[in-house]
């Protein structure tokens, strides 16, 4: 039946069927797992809470770089799972403060102080330093490893020269200052070859267990005073092997119980062959090559644990230390095996398995730790909680070197925390470890670091410029500009940075491809607002304020801005940034306005010597207060808060920059004059004069002194006269200039 109008009918109108979209595929975090040597989907146990367990320092000396390496690039992920990911991490790191270093570094700094507190005179300390150097040399030619061999060397050479300066003294019969003056050097020098001769013939009689408390306590301290400097988050729980002894002991006697462990001695060793032979256990899951490697697994036992006897109390090379009886000049706590102290790897089972149970999330390390601590760690802790999953994710950062060459304390090859700060800020070195890969080999360089000085500027001009552009006059309507073209491919490209940044951070926290998206959004943003002031147009206010607070809150992320600063990096330092910009700017915008308009005035009525003084307070005196004022033709003057520091550079790299360009000015004006002169000098000869002076080429002239033979007497070949004729008569030509310009009084 046909409706009204002839059109037919549809019966009750109803909704249409709706469609969902059908989306895009969401990413998942994926992170580089020891245990796989692969990219692992990343799956917490407990829904969103993450349980994670870092090794943190021994504490016998300062903090280096390379420990700066491990802890800055675990704060980058903990803050990146925390901060991007929204887990609830909850972070777990150790302090080792009983171990076989600290054991021996005491000792020997306490006897090394006693002997120099005696203040033995030239000739003893000849004596000592020779007798101490005898086992150094055995020690030094059973070193194979190449990198501590050259230590050693270094070490021998010193004492060889500080020697050599003393007994020339002596035998000058030099004052005593100098005598002194050069047995203090010989001291210095000689510390580690008289330290190691005095542990060994004294080292037994140290009873006092503070002087093994007190280094570490000190040196604990100070690497929480650098971790703070860095930036590094502080962990959720601190443990110390020292708080911790009675869970160790618990821990083995379960791990014995279990029939994993053995006692030797009054040691308890772990039985590494009875656990792989177990079928639900697997020894070595990290490194399985790495079994059997005697000389790994000595330094996993610690310099005062690898003597014959010691070795001798195994059952298999392959067993560890759980527990070890200790020998006189150790410290010690009961246990039911007799007096001793924990092992190196058993610590950190027994203080994680407190904190965090029978299984965690994430155990992290540097890459050194792989074998034999983390293996070990790992068989030991499957023992004790019979288990095969003590750790499901095992993340490892990669080593730093120094030009190629890994940093180590043991080798006397590294930059200290607080040297490292001396030189470059905390977000330097924190830009310049996102800017590789945290999982590899970082080479901590000039050119590293250069490289993030220029990111952290590159950045920051953006953030400023940005702040100026939003601090321009607007009502709240004017705020609200029409979208161009131009904004809509800037917006487009702002999203695909986004995507492409999300993509980068699920792909094992990838912050190297990061940084290179958010450096081509900001060289975009940079086009586009360059574009808008040629154009004389103003740059859309609320999509630069989108960009640069996304980038801004990445940065946070990140922990390479500290401050709750709503876009770009803190000015003015830690504490009063927050509101210095919102309090100094408008009293800044008032100098630039009323400085433009004096200059307007000064241009008009030709006085140079208010410019002069214009520009004196731009470039002279402004940056001392760090700001920058930046003029551009046309166009107002932008105002910067800048680090004092960073425009007084900026403005001592400018003045050689035009002192180079005035020296090379200068010599060209010297080179000009020089050649000038030159050609003066050569007008001045008259034609008949410029061969006769050739009298090692020719021998005869004619009366227009024009050569005709040569020094043998042999008439010239035509080809010879031609030759000659052309500069004879060019020669003409310029001295005829010459006489010219004589006439006319313009030769000088």
Request: glycine fraction near 6%; hydrophobic fraction near 35%.
């Amino acid at each position: 039946m046909a409706a009204a109008g002839g059109e037919p009918s549809k019966g009750k109108r109803t909704q249409p069927r709706w469609s969902s979209p059908e989306g895009t595929k969401q990413s998942k975090l994926c992170l580089y797992n020891s245990l796989t040597r692969n990219k692992d989907v990343f799956q917490p146990q407990n829904g969103k809470k993450v349980t994670w367990y870092c090794c943190g320092p021994t504490v016998y000396d300062a903090s280096h770089m390379g420990h700066a390496r491990s802890y800055i690039s675990f704060d980058i992920l903990r803050r990146v799972l925390r901060d991007y990911f929204k887990y609830d991490v909850f972070y777990c790191i150790n302090i080792t403060d009983i171990d076989d270093k600290i054991i021996k570094r005491a000792r020997q700094n306490y006897l090394f102080e006693q002997y120099r507190e005696k203040k033995p005179p030239a000739v003893q300390l000849f004596e000592d330093v020779q007798i101490a150097s005898k086992p150094f040399s055995v020690m030094l030619n059973d070193t194979t490893d190449p990198d501590k061999k050259q230590m050693l060397e270094r070490i021998q050479n010193a004492v060889k020269s500080a020697v050599e300066h003393l007994e020339e003294a002596v035998q000058k019969k030099l004052p005593r200052e100098e005598i002194n003056k050069h047995a203090e050097k010989l001291l210095e020098e000689a510390k580690d070859v008289l330290s190691e001769w005095l542990d060994s013939k004294f080292g037994s009689q140290v009873t006092d267990n503070s002087i093994f408390s007190n280094l570490p306590k000190f040196w604990e301290e100070e690497h929480h005073k650098d971790m703070e400097a860095l930036n590094v988050l502080p962990p959720d729980v601190l443990t110390r092997v020292s708080e911790y002894v009675p869970e160790i002991v618990a821990f083995v006697q379960k791990i014995v119980d279990n029939g994993y462990g053995y006692v030797s001695n009054g040691s308890v060793y772990f039985d590494t062959m009875k656990f792989d032979a177990t079928e639900k256990h697997s020894y070595a899951k990290l490194v399985p090559e790495a079994v059997g490697d005697q000389k790994a697994l000595q330094e996993g036992e610690g310099d005062l644990s690898i003597s014959a006897d010691r070795l001798s109390e195994k059952h298999s090379p392959n067993d560890f230390a759980l527990w070890k009886s200790s020998k006189p000049g150790e410290p010690s706590w009961n246990s039911p095996w007799g007096t001793g102290r924990p092992g190196w790897h058993i610590e950190c089972s027994a203080m994680a398995g407190s904190i965090l149970g029978e299984s965690m999330d994430i155990h992290g390390g540097g890459f050194d730790l792989r074998f034999p601590h983390h293996d070990n760690e790992l068989a030991q802790s499957e023992a004790y909680f019979e288990n095969d999953h003590w750790v499901r994710y095992f993340l490892h950062t990669g080593h730093l070197t120094i030009a190629g060459c890994k940093m180590s304390k043991s080798l006397k090859n590294f930059i200290t925390i607080k040297d490292a700060l001396k030189k470059h800020t905390a977000r330097q070195l924190r830009l310049a470890f996102l800017m590789h890969s945290w999982k590899d080999t970082l080479d901590y360089s000039n050119n590293t670091m250069e490289s993030a000085i220029q990111y952290e500027k590159f950045l920051n001009e953006f953030f400023l410029n940005v702040k100026d552009i939003l601090r321009a006059p607007i009502d709240l309507i004017g705020q609200f500009q029409k979208w161009e073209i131009q904004e809509t491919e800037l917006n487009k490209s702002f999203y695909d940075k986004k995507a492409a940044i999300h993509e980068a951070l699920c792909d094992n926290i990838d912050t190297r491809t990061v940084l290179e998206e958010m450096r081509s959004l900001v060289s975009q943003s940079n086009s586009y607002i360059a574009a808008k002031k040629t154009a004389r147009q103003m740059p859309n206010r609320l999509l630069l304020k989108s960009i640069s607070s996304y980038l801004t809150q990445m940065l946070k992320i990140f922990g390479a801005i500290e401050s709750d600063e709503a876009l770009g990096f803190p000015v003015g330092g830690n504490g009063q940034n927050i509101n210095l910009e919102s309090t100094v700017m408008p009293y800044l915008q008032v100098l630039s306005d009323f400085r433009e308009g004096v200059r307007q005035i000064a241009r008009e009525k030709k006085v140079t010597e208010v410019l002069q003084l214009s520009d004196a307070l731009r470039d002279d005196i402004l940056p001392e207060l760090g700001v920058r004022f930046e003029d551009h033709e046309g166009l107002p003057t932008v105002v910067k808060l800048v680090d004092r520091e960073t425009l007084l550079k900026e403005r001592e790299e400018k003045k050689k920059i035009e002192e180079e360009k005035k020296r090379k000015k200068e010599e060209a004006t010297r080179k000009k004059q020089e050649q000038e002169a030159a050609k003066l000098a050569k007008m001045k000869i008259p034609p008949h004069a410029m061969f006769k002076s050739e009298l090692d080429k020719y021998s005869m002239f004619d009366e227009n002194g024009f050569p005709t033979h040569d020094t043998e007497g042999k008439e010239l070949s035509k080809g010879q006269v031609k030759k000659l004729k052309k500069l004879y008569e060019a020669q003409e030509k310029l001295y005829k200039e010459y006489l010219q310009m004589v006439q006319n009084g313009t030769a000088n």
